[in-house]
T-cell receptor, first 115, second 112 residues
């Protein structure tokens, strides 16, 4: 069984640029969530995708957007990068149809640095 | 507005002893609680969960206790092992809706 994978591992961008982060869900999972973890903080929910539709969103501006593909992989796009966007971005997958829906399985994350 | 709080940034315990990690929440609508463990350079790993209809859930060395009246949950690790050294996050959700609200984390250090 393949776990959740994310790419790239690390990324350095400058303010104002755009970035795309990628995530492959764990085999059998149909739901993907994205979280932002700033240094010294817990992960903060950005949004969730189920069946290629956004299924809930946290308190993040519209310049954070996402996609989920038919194979359940996902992308997080951030436009007009700001210095405060520097963080670890975590992707988590889960299976909507089972009793263990809330038990999300996380990837290793992408460390984004905005200069 | 921090709905889930872990007030102890760090905890140090001797190997073989009990580790108790605490978490408080403010939103009475939360109905599902989880604990995750995180090693450096890895994503959080699910440890144990509890539904709001229970007050205790056990899995091997890990036990989670939920006190709804106090809006407090705790994770007990017995006996603690050096490999348990990591950052522990508690998280909560409403209606098993998928959105997890995390605490700030507690760094546990288990000394041999």
């Amino acid at each position: 069984e393949t776990g959740v994978t994310q790419s790239p591992t690390h990324l350095i961008k400058t303010r104002g640029q755009q970035v795309t982060l990628r995530c492959s869900s764990q085999s059998g999972h149909n739901t993907v969530s994205w979280y932002q973890q700033a240094l010294g903080q817990g992960p903060q929910f950005i949004f969730q995708y189920y069946r290629e539709e956004e299924n809930g969103r946290g308190n993040f501006p519209p310049r954070f957007s996402g996609l989920q593909f038919p194979n359940y992989s996902s992308e997080l796009n951030v436009n007009a990068l700001e210095l405060d966007d520097s963080a670890l971005y975590l992707c988590a997958s889960s299976s909507f149809s089972t009793a263990t829906y809330n038990e999300q399985f996380f990837g290793p994350g992408t460390r984004l640095t905005v200069l | 507005d921090q709905q889930v709080k872990q007030n102890s940034p760090s905890l140090s315990v001797q190997e073989g002893r009990i580790s108790i990690l605490n978490c408080d929440y403010t939103n009475s609508m939360f109905d599902y609680f989880l604990w995750y463990k995180k090693y450096p350079a890895e994503g959080p790993t699910f440890l144990i969960s509890i539904s709001s209809i229970k007050d205790k859930n056990e899995d091997g060395r890990f036990t989670v206790f939920l006190n709804k009246s106090a809006k407090h949950l705790s994770l007990h690790i017995v006996p603690s092992q050096p490999g348990d050294s990591a950052v522990y996050f508690c998280a909560a959700s409403i209606n098993q809706g998928g959105k997890l609200i995390f605490g700030q984390g507690t760094e546990l250090s288990v000394k041999p």
